[in-house]
């Protein structure tokens, strides 16, 4: 098999690290922002952040997953630059066009949002910062495509330092307010982004290709389409459960998703190693991937399920450090909502299939499938049973997701592969997740070792039942391993 399991681990733990860096930068900016800010400029600042989430994926349609498997795919140089320059110039015309609608209609956003045009300036910049940081993004992507993964750290590490350095020096010292902190994520991300580009500029000189482009929006557009779902996923619960039931239930839910982080950095670290590490296996060795996948899917679920479960034992603890004995009610709700972590995990192991055939169709399908059940049931439960409601309802959410992305794979890729094992392994870590969940020690101390006990009991009901042999983890590690003389990394083309 061309997957390699040190590439991997070594991937993980380098986006692992990485991501922890910026989350470390941004705590310790926070504090200097919000003492700096009055509340109602800090709320304004999330307002439009908030305003503007959904644009990256609106200008971007899909392209990180298009131009990863068209780069990895295709190996031949001058066509990788081709259909990187293609895609460029397309993002750049698409970006100013959806970027300048939103400057046009800067001062009645401002109205919609505020009530006032004071903050028309800051939206403009605010969507200046999202359209330089494209080209970051972009290449960014490129640098995973060549497995340059120190650049990458040091590029996002460097980056999220000096963005939150300068709006530290524009809010603090020069006292630019809202318009100060999105000026300074312009200046850096503009910045940045031609410091990136420079690393990558082997891939920007090539010529526009109209049928390349054609093949990446196919591929792409369904994954931007789908992404509106996942928003649809993630943020209508909040809204539903301010709406249906209490501001109090909301930020229960709040707190409970914050609890969580631990998994969510876990998951998104996970999805940058495997994507493309999968399509680079797929396009050396067809036959064995999904052989290999299929061995590999138990242990998996095993990994992420343990990871769920020590996020649930250490839910009382986050809790109590980051607020007050007020918001442990919302200690229950992180038992859903870490699971449904745990099976969005699952789906990004299990869906490349649908990328390697081009069926991106089929995402967007079971996404905008799920977001409609999402809201449907939450209309429904969210009355009767408040934030445990909205969790469950997101955690099959996912579930479903990830039943019908493996599904699919195994049609495309012609390969029968049961989920009888990964499918208890979640279900035996669901049910330790609820005890854990009664557990209610005044003793944090006593508490936690209590839950601890339960997820080992939950490893060793595992092992017992043969849901996860410790053995054949082991051979599955040697048979991602390169054939002797095989080199472990692959050098970039130039």
Known sequence: ???????????????????????????????????????????AVDTIQSMIALLPSIIGLGYDIAIMKQLITEGKPEEQRNATFTLTVFLSLWGALIIGIGIIFSKQLSLLLFGTEEYSLSIVFALLSIYSAMFFGLAQQLLRVEFRLKAYTVLSSTQALAQYGLIIIFIAFLHQGVLGYFIA????????????VFC?????????????????????????ISSLAYWVITSSDRILLTQLSSLTQTGYYSMAINVVAVLTLFVTTFSKAWTPRAFQAYADDEE????????????????????????????KPIILI??????LAAAPIVVPLAFAGVFQCLSQFSCMGIYFKD????????????????????????PFFGAIAAGVITMTSYLFIYLFYH??????????????KPLSVALIGMVAGILMSFFDIDNIVLDCFARLAILGAFILVIV??????????IDTVKSLKPASGESEETSPSD
Request: with cysteine; aromatic share 12%; proline share 3%.
């Open 1 to 43: 098999m061309a997957l390699k399991f040190k590439s991997l681990v070594g991937d993980f733990m380098t986006y692992a690290i990485n991501g922890i860096a910026i989350r470390v930068i941004g705590i310790l900016a926070l504090p200097i922002i919000t003492r700096v800010f009055t509340v109602q400029e800090y709320g």
């Open 185 to 196: 994520c312009v200046i850096v991300n503009f910045l940045w982004s031609l410091i990136a």
């Open 200 to 224: 990558t500029r082997r891939f920007f000189r090539g010529h526009f290709e109209s049928h390349v482009l054609v093949s990446l929006l196919k591929l792409g557009v369904p994954v931007m």
């Open 288 to 315: 064995s991937y999904m052989p290999t996948t299929h061995a590999m899917h138990p242990h998996v679920a095993v990994l992420i399920t343990s990871v769920a479960l020590f996020n649930i034992i250490l839910a």
């Open 322 to 327: 980051f607020s007050t004995e007020a918001y």
């Open 359 to 382: 069926r991106t169709r089929d995402i967007a399908i079971a996404s905008w499938a799920a977001a409609v059940f999402n809201v449907v049931a939450n209309v429904v439960l969210i």
């Open 407 to 420: 599904s699919r794979t195994c049609k495309y890729l012609n390969y029968k592969s049961s989920l009888m």
């Open 464 to 473: 017992v039942l043969k849901l996860f042999e410790p053995k054949q983890l």
